[in-house]
Every structure is written in C-alpha cells, then in structure tokens.
C-alpha cells in the first residue's frame, strides 16, 4: 500500500508487498524489495537498494550523498539487506568514490539517530544502539553489538562478537570475541555473546587462552599472535589471531596494563 501523499519517483522500483507511509519522499534509481515497510516521513535517495522485508522508521534518511568534501557528484551506491531494522532519524550515506558502496547486512538493528558515514560495511546481524556514530570506510563484523553513542573513527574495524560499551571512543579496532569500553580499553572476552551465538566450551575456552597470552602477559600483540598461529583447534580461535594479524590502520586495541607497559618501554 503506497500512502497518496507519498512523493516516489519514476524510477524507483517497488516490489510486491511494500508499504510506504505518508510524507515519504524516494527520490532516484532506488529498489526496495518485497515485504518492506517504510513508515511516514522516510527519506530514500539515490542508486540504493532495500532489501526484503525491512522496517524503515519515521525520519530516517538512506542513500543521500556522502559528508565528505573529496564527493564529487560521482555514482555511488548504498545496499541494505533483508529483514533489517532502521528506526527512527537513522541515516545511512552512500560510498564517496565512482561505484563505491555503503552497506548493511542482513538482520541487523540500526536504533535511532545512529550514522553509517560513506564507505561503511555492517554485516549480518549487527546491532548499533541509539545514537551510534561510524565514521567512513568503517567495518563491522558480523554479530558485533555497539551501546549507546559509541563512535567508530575512519578505517576502524569491529570484530565478530565484540561488544561495545556504550560511549566508548574506538580509535583502534577491536579484536573478535572480545569486550570494551572508554578509548578501547578491553576487559575480556564476550562469554555472553559466544554461548548465544552458539559456540561450544572449547571455542570459548580457547578465545579465553588466546586472549591472555596476546593482550595481557605480552606488550607486542602482532608478536604474540604471529607465535600462537597455527596452534588453534577452533573456527573462533583461528579468526581471533586472524583478525589481529590482519591488516589494520588503527592498531587493535588493548588492555591498560599493556598501554602501560608500552609506554614504558618506549621511555626507558
């Protein structure tokens, strides 16, 4: 059902079964799949593609251009997936360069007044609490849960299954599995979010070993986990040293003891 008031150009395509409330504005090339929702006073631009099943709030803005000054006019894209959630003053920017693409996975919850800046990948089943700011070329893995008003810097990576507290400041990636808050001060792993997501006691026991032999008994965690490489038994303890020796322009974050530590060794 398309409310009368709706503004929906001629070149958007809607599939079967999309709803759009009143005072919505689709303004370019943009496709939304079938099943979608999309509440009143929503605003869809662009070359932008929604997957099935959506629900879109009142005020969210997906698809305009990027907030960057380099933007120059070039076709971008912005990709949604199924069964996503984008509630209310949400917005989402499409990629900055000529056939850049901004995307969101499957399943995932946006809550409101929370940013995805140009350039961004969110996979599959992320949560990104009220008021959640990613900066651009941001990746989220999947499975990863960000609190209230935590923000990403540019080039950030959030590892599967981390956790973010709520107003954390990450200006270096947070590695897999684990928990953090403040400047990327990391407490330990996600016990929670593994036993939820199905991992078995050995996954998270080994995840629990790892962790303590890279970030709290050495200061060098690309050392550590170049060391324990190959020595895994389990999917998540070979993604967890994968991650780390991945790589990064922001550095992972660590513990305040090995941040200490550094600092030491640097002065003496």
Do not use: W
Request: with cysteine; aromatic share 6%; net charge negative.
């Amino acid at each position: 059902m398309i409310h009368p008031t709706a503004v929906i150009d001629k070149q958007a395509a809607l599939a079967d079964g999309v709803e759009v409330g009143p005072y919505t504005v689709i303004e370019g090339p943009v496709r939304i799949g079938e099943g979608t929702r999309i509440c009143a006073h929503a605003y869809l631009e662009g070359d932008t593609d929604i997957g099935r099943e959506c629900v879109i709030y009142p005020f969210a803005s997906i698809g305009a251009a990027p907030q960057d000054h380099s933007y120059d006019g070039a076709r971008s894209l912005c990709r949604v997936g199924d069964r996503t959630i984008i509630r209310e003053g949400a917005t989402i920017h499409r990629g900055t360069s000529e056939g850049s693409v901004t995307s969101v996975g499957n399943d995932c919850m946006l809550m409101s007044n929370s940013h995805v800046a140009h350039d961004c990948t969110v996979e599959d089943h992320v949560v990104m609490s009220s008021g959640v700011l990613l900066a651009g070329h941001v990746t989220i893995f999947h499975h990863a849960v960000l609190g209230g008003a935590a923000m990403v810097q540019q080039f950030g990576r959030i590892g599967e299954y981390a956790m973010i507290s709520g107003a954390s400041l990450m200006t270096r990636d947070a590695a897999p599995f684990l928990t953090y808050s403040d400047r990327c001060y990391c407490h330990g792993i996600n016990r929670v979010g593994m036993r939820r997501g199905g991992f078995d006691s050995e996954s998270i026991d080994e995840v629990r070993h790892l962790h303590r032999k890279v970030f709290r008994e050495t200061a060098h965690l690309y050392r550590a986990a170049q060391e324990l490489a190959g020595t895994t038994r389990t999917k998540a303890g070979e993604r967890f040293l994968e991650f780390i020796l991945a790589e990064s322009k922001r550095g992972i974050g660590s513990s305040r003891r090995t941040a200490i530590r550094k600092e030491t060794e640097r002065t003496d």
